[in-house]
């Protein structure tokens, strides 16, 4: 079955420490990953997809096969990257498969 | 920047009665999708729509629930007889392509009495 598991319901960390928010998938064929971010009272943003393999708001996170994991990292956090984090993932039929989320706090 | 809105952004309904959840999706997008939250679980695929009709739909989207997009704009979700169990959080979602990510709307937050 597919699944999205993202370990860490809470993340906790000082502002300018890194930080990592742990994903991992379980997926027949190719899969496409994504990280949305939602801040407070705000509605689920697009943060990357991994096809693109870029770099947004100082975030990266690398598709690791071997592994079945994509991690969204990022070498300084900030306070306003205090955020619940999701890495859904999708197939050919384009459903989202969806993990519980990383509630991250960036202490000052 | 373009979004997708939805309305309301909160309904209080009495178990039993229907309720529609109404979606305005970005204007050039082709694929339209409805997700649920129940409070504390994970968002969960509801059904995805193209071309006027459904593409795929999850073992939740039962008989009880139907889409429709009765004009050129409006995407809405229909829930026939409300359950205590629906209570969530609904989310709309639009793509240009299948292939394309996803932009949400704020969600509608359903509360059955």
């Known amino acids: 079955a597919q699944r999205v598991t993202q370990p860490e319901k809470l993340l906790s960390v000082f502002k300018g420490a890194p930080v990592e928010l742990k994903c991992n998938y379980s997926?027949?064929?190719?899969?496409?990953l994504f990280w949305y971010v939602q801040y407070s009272r705000q509605r689920l943003q697009l943060l990357l997809r991994h096809i693109s393999r870029e770099s947004i708001k100082g975030f990266t996170a690398d598709l690791n096969k071997g592994e079945t994991s994509f991690h969204l990292k990022k070498p300084f956090a900030q306070e306003e990257d205090s955020a619940m984090y999701y890495c859904?993932?999708?197939?050919?039929?384009?459903?989202?498969?969806w993990g519980l989320g990383t509630s991250l706090a960036v202490n000052p | 920047e373009p979004e997708v809105t939805q309305t309301p952004s909160h309904q209080v309904t009495q178990m039993g009665q229907e309720v529609i959840l109404r979606c305005v999706p970005i204007?050039?997008?082709?694929?339209f999708y409805w997700y649920r939250q129940i409070l504390g679980q994970k968002v969960e695929f509801l059904v995805s729509f193209y071309n006027n009709e459904i593409s795929e739909k999850s073992e939740i989207f039962d008989d009880q629930f139907s889409v429709e997009r009765p004009d050129g704009s409006n995407f809405t979700l229909k829930i026939r007889s409300t359950k205590l169990e629906d209570s969530a959080m609904y989310f709309c979602a639009s793509s240009a392509q299948g292939d394309q990510p996803q932009h949400f709307g704020d969600g509608t937050r359903l509360s059955i009495l």
């Open positions: 859904p993932g999708g197939g050919n039929n384009r459903k989202l498969i």
């Open positions: 204007s050039n997008h082709l694929y």
């Open positions: 997926y027949s064929g190719s899969p496409e």
